[in-house]
């Protein structure tokens, strides 16, 4: 399978998938029962990974703990409100064992599936879980050492944070798994990194891993990095990922590593060896709505830049329909996803589903899509295919005023983007909720003394400009509230008369190509 420099991915909420189809097959449904077609449409529209979440094994005690606990099933029902136990499946990294869970197939309808998604040249993600197991899963009876012990003080005075458990060995205390700002997750328990035994057996759930799949989700990876350990625990640890990385891709070379990280670890994972970090603070800036603040997020390093994970949503975070009015929307899904790193896509997020899922959950509620979304998303998509955009070189562009005392400049966001054969393309956002003016200036200096052409690749505006005029001060650009451009930029053969030029309507009405 060919590689491409900036790849897209799309997340699958499986046990809900898998539900769905239930439903419309008239029996349980497995993973042997995704259609080919499905998986046709997937490839056809140039994505390059798919994650299936929640795929593993998980027991009766998170599954009693997520019915039973009141906040989460407050939550759930305002997701479900014809909400029935059957929908509430447990947390899908409450996890008991890394294997195939039987009501999905097992391990031999996986293995099925991702030589069906490799015919199409489609690659697999799966999840791993580094920070915590299920307070059901079997080391818990032979490895109790595995895990944060905890005392009877710990338990009486932070009794959301430890739990007695009945193991073999007799009543134990354990640390539920956290984050170290919140509570721990009541249907979690917490692994201990300061056991190197704990470390090697991650490892060796990490090789076997390797074997079903191209690529790992790790969640909350950050969680197990030595100095958050340490903060968190007060126990010292030795750094678990580069080894684990090293060691899984000495026997799969290529295997895919992304992280889930947070409070500006990004860099130090993608120093352990991950290929992709979440990019959680281009998200929270693109929530600000301030262009000046997303515009110097891509200051940073290219090296950094490619290693990034871009979203507007995922299993997470709000579904961006319900975060971002439908023309935000758009222009934060062009500065998300024409940006270089791995694009990253939800499913429902194309439909403009408002509703977010619950991990714990396996039902979705019907909504109904939003045809302008669709439309919007099927374009972007189809623009993203464009090999100047997979495997071009990009660089953010430098906007300026357009005359004295014009302040407006300042809320454009605009990327060039230059393919390996010579195909150029610009990248423009006006990110903000008034109409701006600016100037941006193209890093082409080929345009000298020829007329040069930007054909819009989303609506049909055609724009001609003196490639002089283009060298000396930029293109000018005034945008409507939220507009934008994806333009390819052409030296054209021949130039267009005055009838035939097309002029662009405002990007809040999307004009079918």
């Known amino acids: 399978m060919k590689k491409s420099n900036y790849p897209a991915l799309y997340q699958i909420n499986t046990r809900v998938w898998l539900t769905e189809l239930s439903r419309s097959i008239g029996r349980p449904a497995t993973l042997d029962d995704i259609q080919d077609h499905f998986l046709d449409q997937l490839a056809e529209m140039g994505f390059?990974?798919?994650w299936f979440l929640s795929v593993w094994s998980t027991g009766k005690a998170g599954q009693k703990i997520s019915r039973e606990n009141p906040g989460w099933r407050q939550e759930f029902e305002e997701?479900?409100?014809?909400?029935?136990?059957?929908?509430?499946?447990?947390?899908?990294?409450?996890?008991?064992?890394?294997?195939v869970h039987p009501d999905l197939g097992g391990e031999d309808a996986l293995a099925r599936l991702r030589v069906r998604l490799r015919r199409r040249g489609l690659k697999l993600m799966l999840d791993f879980v580094p920070n915590h197991m299920a307070p059901d899963h079997p080391w818990i009876n032979e490895y109790p050492d595995y895990f944060v012990p905890g005392t009877p003080d710990d338990r009486d005075r932070f009794p959301e944070n430890f739990i007695q458990v009945a193991c073999k060995q007799g009543d134990l205390i354990f640390a539920h798994g956290r984050d170290p700002y919140f509570p721990g997750w009541p249907d979690t328990l917490q692994l201990d990194y300061s056991n190197p035994a704990t470390q090697h057996a991650m490892m060796h759930e990490l090789l076997q891993i390797s074997e079903q799949c191209d690529g790992v989700r790790c969640d909350m990876a950050m969680l197990v990095l030595p100095d958050v350990f340490e903060k968190t625990w007060g126990r010292s640890v030795q750094l678990f990922w580069s080894t684990a990385i090293n060691t899984v891709r000495e026997k799969v070379p290529g295997f895919c590593f992304m992280a889930e990280v947070y409070w500006d670890l990004e860099w130090v994972l993608q120093q352990a060896g991950f290929d992709y970090t979440y990019d959680k603070r281009l998200y929270d800036r693109l929530r600000g709505q301030n262009a000046r603040n997303v515009r110097e997020h891509f200051y940073a390093e290219k090296n950094y830049q490619d290693k990034l994970a871009r979203f507007l949503e995922n299993h997470d975070e709000p579904r961006a329909a319900s975060v971002f009015e439908t023309a935000v929307h758009k222009a934060a899904a062009v500065i998300s996803f024409f940006c270089p790193g791995l694009r990253f896509f939800h499913q429902g997020q194309f439909e403009g589903n408002k509703k977010r899922i619950s991990p714990h959950l396996i039902r979705a509620p019907r909504e109904l899509p939003d045809a302008e979304l669709q439309l919007f998303y099927s374009e972007?998509?189809?623009?993203?295919?464009?090999?100047?955009?997979?495997?071009g070189q990009w660089q953010l562009l430098e906007c300026r005023p357009a005359w004295t005392g014009n302040e407006n400049w300042d809320s454009f966001v605009a990327f060039a983007w230059e393919g390996m054969k010579g195909e150029?393309?610009?990248?423009?956002?006006?990110?903000a909720p008034h109409n701006s003016q600016g100037y941006i200036r193209l890093p082409y200096s080929a345009f000298a003394d020829q007329p040069v052409r930007f054909s819009d690749l989303i609506s049909n505006a055609i724009y001609e400009r003196n490639g002089n005029d283009i060298l000396s001060g930029g293109i000018y650009l005034d945008l409507t509230p939220?507009?934008?451009?994806i333009f390819d930029v052409t030296v054209p053969a021949t130039k267009i008369s005055d009838e035939k030029r097309i002029i662009p309507a405002p990007h809040h009405e999307m004009i079918p190509t």
């Open 424 to 431: 150029k393309a610009l990248v423009a956002v006006n990110y």
């Open 48 to 50: 390059d990974w798919i």
């Open 380 to 391: 972007i998509l189809k623009t993203l295919k464009n090999p100047v955009f997979r495997d």
């Open 482 to 485: 939220w507009g934008y451009h």
């Open 79 to 99: 997701t479900l409100p014809d909400l029935c136990e059957d929908d509430i499946g447990g947390s899908g990294f409450a996890i008991t064992s890394y294997t």
